[in-house]
């Protein structure tokens, strides 16, 4: 082993014994940091001037029990989960193509500057942290690819001492052991890395490229530092499909027997471009049964409440085998899992396809621009001279901008989050972003042509109060606004307010669905509803100030084209994309979108154009949201179309004329038409 690695170990070991034969504990030389860091850790002038530092003397476990702060409110959802594990995506990019995870044709990739910073990713820890989670997996893409990987875990491993205890990555294992020892230096406890099959000729035509050798050689490398003391946590994951490689379950088993190792099994699970289909997908229960077959003495081994996979052991073995069984045993119950994507949006859900934009709000401070080392290094400056200033108390651990409005986000999205995820039969017609785009080997989004688009819902600035907000939080002054704003993307729920005027002429309260009593945002379920046939119109009206547009329009002589006819065209693509465009709408499957344009000449000062949507669908809920985004998108177009000739033009009238189907019945105009019933 080379002298560099021993120092290594040897340094790390230092860090992990924390006392000393004699009860006291040992002082930790000061890790250089980049200004990105000071999220993590803030030193006072005379800290900076110190080449070392002492640690607090640690409290007793019954005095810690005693002191314990309750969990963040931020990060429990309704079903009293606590999520306490964040796994943050830091690349799309991947140096393999595996079948199951990408398409082969491969992957749109965002922008660069649409993806997190590192000072970004820096911000979110710090800020998660601070409310109670105690674990951070870093993930991709490939995150060994990124180039400053190094140094951002060293940021992230600088956590240590406001409570994150462990740092763990997701690899395919291709560059792992080149910079392995660089990673332990940072602080990394645990490695899941991929690999799906023991036969390098099955490893290029499953991954589409070469690299076995290099994958085994990172294996290798995890357990020579970890004869030096490293630690690391190593386990494989091998997902397992039908004909495919569910022949190497056996010799995956065989890795345990002398290697202290944890070889976890995946089901199969779809995703946007891998050709799932359940005829692929080889069960746990199928999987046990093989295993048993060689070794009838498996044995189960008791869980940890939050573990993903169901853990057994052989009799005799060094390692153990898991299995995560996602698609025919949920373990949702128990989930304590978060996830932030490259590009900056926060899930709550591995199999949901809803999400938020942390990254937004995060520079809205710095008008929306990406925020590098430069940029956080005057932003964490300013507020700390400005909370100097207003207040004699320790510099909170997080300084991300906008941190009241990022956790009234987190708080409200935790909230949203169901009890458990579809399952066969349903999860599979999901539409889904590919693996690669989220998370390796983890989680799933909206496909990148749904939620290109970033929608935003304005919520009211009472809501912060439901989440029992810290007053360090509520001083925050100058980078927080007082009405969050959330952006909200993939296909969110639909929802109506009851209406407050009955046809008997009694008043019923008015209650808006989609709010709940305190004022956040709240999901309404329609799965119990029946698919019926449902229709609406909504109409408005283009009014010119001049003779001259509606003259030119009959004429076909507007510079930029056949005006109705592209207006028609934008309003029918409109009504189809409403869910893209509106966060809290469901994805209906539209059965007839008709766009009526007529133009009205010697009507007012200049004429006017009528419009007339017509939306239809056999579903359970309503398509008046789609009849009024047609309407309204070839209003828009009419305008932008004949803005040359006419500035004074005005869009007016736009309303709901016609609603039919669902309990409701009727409405024509606002008014239930008694003389239909109902039709579900």
């Known amino acids: 082993m080379s002298h560099r690695a021993f120092s290594t170990c040897r340094a790390l070991n230092t860090f992990r014994s924390a006392q000393t034969s004699n009860g006291k504990y040992r002082i930790e030389p000061l890790r250089r940091m980049t200004s990105a860091a000071a999220a993590a850790a803030i030193k006072s002038p005379a800290e900076l001037q110190s080449p070392i530092q002492a640690p607090p003397a640690r409290p007793s476990r019954r005095e810690a029990l005693k002191d314990a702060k309750p969990f963040s409110d931020f990060l429990t959802d309704t079903f009293h989960r606590q999520h306490d594990y964040l796994r ?9 193509r595996c079948v199951y995870c990408m398409p082969e044709e491969g992957v749109p990739l965002s922008p660069p500057r649409e993806l997190l910073t590192t000072p970004e990713i820096i911000m979110l820890s710090s800020l998660f942290v601070s409310q109670g989670v105690n674990k951070i997996r870093l993930t991709g893409g490939e995150p060994t690819i990124r180039r400053d990987i190094l140094p951002l875990m060293q940021q992230i491993g600088s956590l240590r001492t406001h409570g994150l205890r462990e740092l763990c990555l997701t690899t395919n294992g291709i560059s792992l052991h080149r910079k392995l020892e660089g990673m332990v230096e940072a602080g990394l ?11 390098p000729w099955q490893f290029q035509i499953m991954t589409r490229r070469k690299g076995f050798d290099a994958v085994m050689k990172s294996i290798e490398r995890v357990f020579e530092l970890n004869k030096h003391g490293a630690g690391i946590k190593l386990k494989i994951n091998a997902v397992i499909m039908r004909g495919i490689n569910d022949r190497e379950i056996i010799p995956f088993v065989e890795m345990t027997r002398e290697k202290d ?3 976890r099994f995946i089901e199969y699970m ?4 891998n050709k799932w289909n359940e005829g692929k997908m080889f069960s746990y229960s199928e999987m046990l049964d093989r295993i048993r077959e060689k070794f009838p003495g498996l044995e189960k081994v008791r869980d940890h409440k939050n573990d993903t996979s169901k853990t057994y052991r052989i009799p005799g073995f060094v390692g153990k085998i898991g299995f995560i069984t996602s698609m025919t045993h949920n373990f949702c119950g128990t989930c304590n899992r978060l996830r932030i994507t490259s590009d900056g949006n926060l899930k709550v859900c591995l199999f949901g396809n809803a999400e938020v934009s942390l990254r937004d709000i995060l520079r809205e401070s710095n008008n929306g621009e990406p925020i590098n080392e430069e940029t956080y290094e005057a932003m964490r400056n300013t507020e700390m001279d400005r909370r100097q200033h207003i207040s004699n108390q320790p510099t909170p651990l997080s300084l991300a901008p906008n941190e009241l409005k990022l956790l009234d986000v987190i708080g409200m999205a935790v909230k949203r989050k169901k009890a458990k995820h579809a399952g066969i039969g349903e999860l599979e017609h999901m539409k889904n972003r590919p693996m690669i785009l989220i998370d390796s080997r983890g989680s799933i989004r909206g496909s990148r042509s749904e939620i290109s688009t970033r929608d935003t819902l304005s919520i009211r ?10 007053p360090t939080l509520s001083r925050a002054g100058s980078w927080l606004s007082t009405t969050p704003n959330i952006h909200i993307h993939g296909q969110g729920v639909r929802h109506y307010s009851h209406m407050s005027s009955r046809p008997d002429g009694k008043d019923s309260a008015a209650k808006l669905t989609h709010v709940s009593e305190s004022g956040s945002a709240h999901m309404v379920s329609i799965s119990d509803k029946a698919p019926t046939k449902r229709v609406a119109k909504a109409v408005c009206s283009v009014h010119f100030t001049n003779e001259i547009a509606c003259k030119l329009i009959k004429e076909s002589q507007i510079k930029k084209g056949d005006v109705i006819g592209i207006a028609r065209v934008a309003g029918i693509m409109a009504a189809k994309r409403t869910p893209d465009l509106i966060p809290l709408c469901h994805p209906i499957a539209i059965t007839k979108v008709t766009l009526d344009l007529a133009v009205q000449e010697n009507v007012g000062e200049g004429g006017r154009i009528d419009i007339e949507a017509t939306v239809a669908c056999e579903g359970k809920t309503g398509v008046e949201m789609e009849a009024l985004m047609g309407a309204s998108t070839a209003a828009l177009t009419i305008y932008d179309m004949c803005k040359a000739v006419d500035k004074g033009m005005s869009i007016e009238g736009l309303r ?13 105009d606002g008014v239930q038409d008694d003389r239909t019933g109902t039709d579900e």
């Open 88 to 96: 943050i995506s830091l690349t799309e990019r991947c140096n393999l």
């Open 270 to 273: 779809p995703f946007d471009g």
């Open 656 to 668: 709901v004329i016609l609603k039919e189907g669902g309990k409701s019945g009727r409405w024509v």
């Open 189 to 199: 406890t645990g490695v899941n890395l991929s690999l799906d099959t023991l036969d």
């Open 261 to 263: 190792i944890e070889v």
């Open 461 to 470: 600035d009472t809501i912060g109060a439901a989440f029992n907000i810290p």
